[in-house]
């Protein structure tokens, strides 16, 4: 087992790139690479081939034959290969160029004169001095290369340039003349080191000619296993294959050289060992086709290791798998706390969390161990997969050696006990976009197979239960179950950083729910409350009421106001409230519709509990309760959650497409307004056809008629739904969904009862499609409103054909919108994290990045945490004063 | 040249030197060292403006800004001149 380093932290003080020099790739070459073959008959590794056992081993039973090592002990060697001819580095070729334009082609000195020389240098001094980045010094080399490059003639030796074209990838042209890789390394050669740290390179770690290759390293066996298959078939690596060819050209250009080829053979087959080297660096250069394996696909060389979502660095290195998880499909559990978790039992009895064996807990641990991993019986007790012994081996406890290992457990061992109800694990959903993303939750192993928690916390997770997946993280150390209890746990972020109010709280049936209990104060009789109440942990009832015949009943205010904390007094308006009602004279508690909230002291004296209320997001409630301290909130939502239960499925509660009909007359009211409209339209057309529209201010006549149409079709579309929802009544189950803020809206209903609307794309009527008309139902050049995408009808009466098109057209730019969003923040998302990553807020509120430079003076230039602020407000003054003054303020407030 | 002042447009906030006593008090204030300020290149267009005000501003300078700022009405920033 690995051994862990304790109190090791060192710091990074600085990062050197250099160049791998020719003597350097020899010296560090465990052999040189001659053969292209990799294993003989018998599948043994060939003698420098490229397989050979100096570079490392990948079979079991063989030993390296550089360090003696087995297959896990051998970290692998470099070998190499003596290209015959030198090949340009692809990584470099925008470096060479720059170097070639910027030195003389006769000396090789800078094109620089020896005083602009002194100047340079100082200068890059100077902003090495100055802390400058790395970007700024390439900005710096830059300049002095473009400054260089212009020079057509050289201050040094006075011989005039001649002007190089690349031509991608890798070749070079002077004035049409190709450059060969060796003409090219002759020349940066000639470079003096003096020159290098003008053109940006440090001459003790690089030179400008190691950029073209004469030899090439070839990486450990290790990085390039061969894969044998179940049939026996061996297949290698992409590497290997690509270097195979390597290989091969390299041997026909020596020999053809060495025996006098014609020139023009040697360059084909110089050029073939250029594009070999090429794609074995990067197979995704542009200008050369890939090289391809035999099946037809693409070889994956070495940039492709690297690059990308599924390369070395955002793969593997920035994102890393972990032990200790599991992730499975989420369901709802309106009985568990929002700090809850249900884990299913299987999931429980595999994860596990190392507990110490100490003085005081060796008993209970003999007992958890001599359990075994599979302990029997109704209620689920943990038990334990492995123990850890003080020499740091791991015993795997099974049924038969269970007994055995809990009689020799010793202090100072480890054992990897189940997870249990109360352990504190970290819950998640991806896309992780923002920190409630992942928070701390309390273990309850429940039966079945899915993870369970209350609705309440489905907002911070975006999540819903259409087959939703998370995953959950059992915290391995004492330090990271603190960290997440105190920061992490779900009931410490009720209140969002975003907007600095609620995101968990009540959500559909709990808004419902509320309402029904709340609005115009129903009465419940004894019974009724103590069903209601028993989803509730209250062994008390509050004081009844009584009726003129002596019966005893509870308000629903009564009820609601059990679960809110005692001291609490605001008011608000209610979602529900319709200033058309009172004339906008709000009258407060008497309030006809009941929408005006008073709560003194913990007790609902009046108004409706809805969205405005509870809602998350938006609950003005839930936001002074969560503000009062989060155990407090915790409750709160607890209990809402529960009661809320109660009460809908005690009273019952559905909706379907009759809570949609309206009267008959009603009907033909609409089709009346809405003929209307469509006439209108058509009068306007007419107007326009007529040459008498006046156009709007800024805006084309075609632009006004549209505008114009829209209007008045969207005026119908109102009036329609305004007619609908005067039949359609508080006492309508869909109606108290839209207008409790528990779903849907009252621009949904009457869609349903009254008429769709107009359709749109891209904030036009429809338009496109055939020439001059829509569909070829209509006449060309018809703008009348049913020939561009108006639909008249309702769902509940149906579409006619052509509307069901129309609607389709505009629901399909819905579903792009979303597709290109998502894809489009998620990127933007990256690039924000990448940018602001390691910022921080330090002991004075300055945000500094990791080198102490400054970013903000103040955390938001007013040094303010939204989650502390009120709706990002520094305090809210309304609050202060309410609970300051009490009463007396909130009537004052009324004035 | 016409003498324009940018100082005078509405989107450019306030801006003055810090004279050498204040900046150190400044800098022990904010608890950093002075590269690790934010910078503006000496060939801004408002330090010119400012060096007919103040005379000649050497680079390592402090300019003490006052913005307008959405969240907490009023910030005070400082800057570093900068050779560019």
């Known amino acids: 087992m690995m051994k862990r380093a304790f109190g090791l932290t060192k710091r990074i003080n600085s990062i050197k790139f250099a160049l791998l020099s020719p003597e350097e790739i020899r010296k560090m070459s465990a052999v040189k690479v001659i053969t292209a073959d990799t294993y003989d008959d018998d599948g043994f590794p060939i003698e420098k081939g490229l397989m050979d056992l100096h570079m490392g081993v990948i079979e079991p039973g063989l030993r390296c034959k550089t360090c003696g090592g087995k297959v896990d002990e051998c970290p692998g060697h470099f070998g190499h290969i003596e290209l015959a001819m030198p090949v340009i580095h692809v990584g470099f070729v925008k470096n060479i160029k720059n170097y070639l334009d910027a030195t003389c082609r006769e000396c090789g000195r800078i094109k620089l004169k020896d005083d602009e020389i002194e100047i340079y240098k100082q200068k890059i001094e100077e902003a090495k001095k100055m802390g400058a980045s790395p970007i700024q010094l390439l900005l710096i080399n830059k300049k002095i290369i473009d400054e260089a490059a212009s020079r057509p003639i050289c201050p040094h030796c006075g011989a005039e340039q001649k002007k190089i074209t690349l031509d991608k990838p890798t070749t070079f042209r002077e004035e049409g003349r190709k450059l060969t890789p060796k003409e090219i390394r002759e020349r940066l050669e000639k470079i003096p080191d003096e020159d290098l740290p003008l053109l940006g390179i440090n001459p003790e770690t690089a030179r400008p000619e190691w950029m073209v290759l004469t030899v090439l390293p070839v990486p450990p066996v290790n990085v390039r296993p061969t894969i044998t298959l179940e049939t026996g078939e061996r297949s290698e690596d992409d590497l290997t294959h690509k270097l195979v060819d390597i290989i091969r050209i390299n041997q026909r250009l020596r020999e053809n050289r060495d025996s006098g080829a014609p020139q023009l053979i040697i360059e084909d087959l110089w050029e073939l060992l250029q594009y070999h080297v090429t794609t074995y660096f990067d197979n995704q250069t542009s200008g050369i086709p890939p090289a391809r394996h035999r099946s037809g696909r693409p070889l994956k060389t070495l940039v492709q290791r690297l690059k990308g979502k599924e390369g070395r660095f955002r793969s593997n290195l920035s994102g890393k798998r972990v032990n200790f998880s599991s992730r499975t499909v989420i369901s709802p559990e309106p009985f568990l706390s929002i700090n809850e978790v249900g884990v299913p039992e299987a999931a429980a009895r595999e994860l596990t969390v190392p507990i110490a064996v100490t003085a005081h807990n060796i008993e209970k641990m003999r007992e958890i161990v001599r359990r075994g991993p599979h302990p029997q019986g109704d209620k689920y007790i943990p038990g334990a997969n492995y123990v850890i012994r003080n020499d740091g081996r791991r015993i795997k406890i099974t049924e038969r050696n269970a007994e055995d290992v809990a009689k020799k457990l010793e202090i100072g061992w480890i054992v990897e006990r189940h997870l249990t109800n109360g352990d504190i694990v970290l819950f998640n959903r991806q896309p992780s976009l923002h920190r409630m993303s992942m928070m701390g939750h309390l273990v309850r192993v429940l039966p079945d197979r899915t993870f369970r928690f209350n609705l309440a916390v489905c907002p911070p997770y975006n999540a819903d239960f259409d087959g939703d997946e998370m995953n959950l993280h059992v915290l391995q150390s004492e330090e990271a179950r603190a960290e997440a209890k105190i920061l992490m746990l779900v009931q410490e972020h009720i209140l969002s950083p975003r907007f600095g109010g609620p995101i968990i709280g009540g959500l559909h049936d709990h808004i419902t729910a509320m309402f029904l209990l709340t609005y115009q104060n129903p009465k419940f009789s004894r019974e009724e409350a103590l069903h209601i109440l028993s989803y509730l942990n209250y062994d008390k009832l509050p004081e009844p009421h009584r009726d003129e015949n002596g019966n005893e009943f509870y308000y629903g205010k009564d009820l609601f106001s059990l679960i809110l904390p005692k001291g609490l007094n605001m008011e608000f308006k209610s979602k529900i409230c319709d200033p058309t009602v009172c004339n906008h004279k709000c009258v407060y508690e008497k309030c006809p519709i009941d929408a005006y909230v008073i709560i003194r002291d913990g007790k609902l004296i009046a108004g409706t509990i809805d969205e405005n209320a509870i809602g998350s997001m938006k609950g003005k409630l839930l936001d002074r309760i969560a503000k009062m301290g989060s155990d407090i909130a915790r409750k709160f939502i607890d209990d809402l959650t529960r009661l809320a239960i109660g009460v809908i499925s005690y009273r019952g509660f559905t909706s379907g497409i009759d809570d949609e009909d309206i009267p008959e007359e009603a009907l033909i009211q609409i089709h009346e307004i809405i003929q209307e409209s469509i006439k209108k339209a058509d009068e306007l057309i007419e107007l326009y056809k007529q040459g008498l529209l006046q156009p709007a201010p800024g805006r084309s006549l075609e632009e006004t008629l549209e505008m114009e149409i829209m209007r008045v079709l969207a005026h119908a579309r109102d009036e329609a739904g305004k007619i609908a929802s005067r039949h359609l009544g508080l006492e309508n189950p869909s109606v108290i969904m839209a207008r409790s803020g528990a779903r849907a809206s009252m621009l949904n209903l009457s869609q349903m009862a009254g008429s769709i609307g107009q359709q749109s794309v891209r904030g036009q009527r429809l338009h496109r499609g055939y020439q001059d008309r829509t569909l070829p139902h209509f006449k060309r050049g018809d703008l009348g409103a049913k020939a561009r995408g108006f639909v008249e009808s309702s769902y509940k009466k149906g579409l006619s054909p052509t509307e069901y098109f129309f609607h389709s057209m505009g629901g399909r730019e819905g579903l792009v919108d979303t597709a290109v969003r998502t894809s489009r923040s998620g990127y933007m998302q990256r690039r924000l994290i990448n940018a602001l990553e390691d910022l921080k807020v330090d002991e004075d509120r300055k945000v500094v990045d990791t080198a102490g430079n400054v970013v903000q003076f103040l955390y938001g230039e007013d040094g303010v945490d939204p989650t502390r602020s009120s709706g990002g407000e520094n305090i809210n003054m309304e609050e202060v004063l309410t609970e300051v003054l009490g009463e007396k303020y909130l009537l004052r407030r009324r004035k | ?84």
């Not at chain 2, 003055?16 to 608890?31: A, F, M, P, R, T």
């Not at chain 2, 300078?61 to 009023?74: C, D, E, F, M, N």
């Open chain 2, 1 to 84: 040249m016409g003498k324009f002042n940018v100082l005078e447009h509405e989107l450019v906030p306030e801006h003055y030197l810090v004279s050498e006593d204040e900046e150190e008090e400044i800098l022990k204030q904010l608890g950093v060292k002075k590269e690790q300020l934010p910078k503006i290149k000496k060939s801004d267009a408002v330090l010119r403006v400012l060096e007919r005000k103040y005379g000649h501003i050497p680079v390592g300078s402090l300019i003490k800004i006052v913005r307008k700022s959405p969240t907490a009405g009023r910030i005070v920033v400082y800057r570093v001149v900068v050779r560019d």
